[in-house]
């Protein structure tokens, strides 16, 4: 049973254009997400994260929304960049402010493609 | 080396066969993580250790999976009598404290035939 979904396997967006990747949970005891980003041939790399305690988190051109009461969080990049094509994970999990550690819950990953 | 290092890269086994794969953490990690990815997936996780110490098995598939890390550091996941479906790619991941500090090796993708 997938406790984290990303329901869009694919995105394709235009450079400068702003790109959101939308990530829903249905386990209410997750209070810590992630975002991750992975090129083929490597393994994921933290991007971002946010808890619970927040609605909202920015790190440059990343910013990552959580909507606890709709269990679902999104990543916007603005402006996207072609560096940016990769898949994008989120990941969830139940251990607060990722101070200790828990094991994580991901999602089947989205394809980004930035075009020129 | 500055990150996770795993080996083999890729590994083909014959179905009946044993493999092991091993994870080399960032120096003082004391948090190292198994996940296996199968194709178009996201990774699932196996197994966590703190230390030597396996705090958490309950993903392993079945009991053809073990894991390792004798001396806290260096740590080494086996599969018995190789199936079909363990066709994936196994990650490892380390850490000195929260997931914000966690890293991934490259991963080693296993192919069964």
């Known amino acids: 049973d997938q406790q984290v979904k990303q329901n869009s396997p694919s995105l394709s967006v235009q450079e400068g254009r702003i790109s959101i990747l939308n990530c829903d949970y249905t386990?209410?005891?997750?209070?810590?997400f992630l975002w991750y980003k992975k090129y083929p041939a490597e393994g994921p790399t933290f991007l971002i994260s946010i808890s619970s305690i927040k609605d909202k988190n920015e790190d440059g051109r990343f910013t990552v929304f959580l909507n606890k009461s709709a269990k679902h969080l999104s990543l916007h990049i603005v402006p996207s960049q072609p560096g940016d094509s990769a898949v994008y994970f989120c990941?969830?999990?139940?251990?607060?402010?990722?101070?200790?550690?828990?094991?994580?819950?991901f999602g089947r990953g989205t394809q980004l493609t930035v075009w020129p | 080396g500055a990150g996770v290092s795993q080996s083999p890269r890729y590994k083909v086994a014959k179905r009946g066969q044993d493999v092991a794969l091993r994870c080399d953490p960032i120096?003082?990690?004391?948090?190292l993580f198994w996940y296996q990815q199968a194709l178009g997936q996201g990774p699932e996780f196996l197994t966590y250790?703190?230390?030597?110490?396996?705090?958490?098995k309950s993903g392993l598939p079945s009991d053809r999976f073990f894991a390792e890390r004798p001396e806290g550091s260096v740590s080494t996941l086996k599969i018995q009598r190789t199936q079909q479906e363990d066709s994936a790619v196994y990650l490892c991941?380390?850490?000195?404290?929260?997931?914000?500090?966690?890293?991934f090796g490259q991963g080693t993708r296993l192919t069964v035939v």
């Open positions: 250790f703190q230390n030597e110490a396996q705090l958490d």
């Open positions: 991941a380390s850490s000195r404290g929260g997931w914000n500090w966690a890293f």
């Open positions: 990941a969830a999990s139940p251990i607060d402010r990722g101070s200790t550690l828990g094991r994580l819950y």
């Open positions: 120096s003082g990690h004391v948090s």
């Open positions: 386990n209410s005891m997750f209070d810590y």
